[in-house]
């Protein structure tokens, strides 16, 4: 599998499957949430707004993951996943890692060839830089995959790239 980090728009990813670090409302937001939700269109919330009323308080557990269309965005399909909230006092990561090897089986259980990640986490939800970049390369590389064959780490500023590329050189 061949993973890089790029600088970028994620909603601009032309690959199979754009992962999305939701709320666990799923009914959009800020940061690369909000971001996937106005770029995808209202196919995606219509999606989003189903799959909640199915799901116990309506929220996605963090860590779990579920897809839907990609609406207008180049890629075929978006996986959500509700990331951790970074805290000094407790050890989420575990539950970070596993936001990126089970969103890429979920990828991979979709037929995907190729997977867009975002920083899960390192936003609102306050996980140092330096660290998520760790985990979510410890957790890429932990997944056993059948079908993709590229995944890109795509993130929307030089420090997180940055931070990204040094966690893919360790």
């Not at 978006?78 to 596993?98: C, E, F, N």
Request: glycine share 10%; hydrophobic share 45%.
């Amino acid at each position: 599998m061949d993973l890089r980090a790029v600088r970028g728009d994620i909603t601009q990813a032309d690959t199979d499957v754009i992962v999305n670090a939701a709320n666990p409302g799923l009914l959009g937001g800020g940061g690369v949430d909000g971001a996937i939700h106005r770029a995808g269109g209202p196919e995606i919330l219509a999606e989003c707004r189903a799959i909640a009323s199915r799901l116990p308080g309506a929220r996605l557990p963090r860590g779990q993951a579920v897809a839907t269309t990609a609406g207008r965005l180049p890629a075929r399909w978006v996986v959500h996943t509700a990331g951790p909230i970074w805290s000094a006092t407790r050890d989420h990561s575990a539950v970070l890692r596993s936001c990126y090897t089970e969103r890429l089986r979920a990828a991979d259980g979709l037929g995907a060839h190729s997977v867009a990640f975002p920083a899960i986490s390192a936003g609102v939800y306050g996980w140092p830089l330096d660290d998520a970049a760790r985990q979510a390369v410890a957790g890429v590389r932990a997944a056993s995959v059948e079908h993709v064959q590229e995944v890109r780490f795509v993130l929307f500023d030089d420090r997180a790239l940055d931070a990204f590329l040094a966690a893919l050189e360790d």
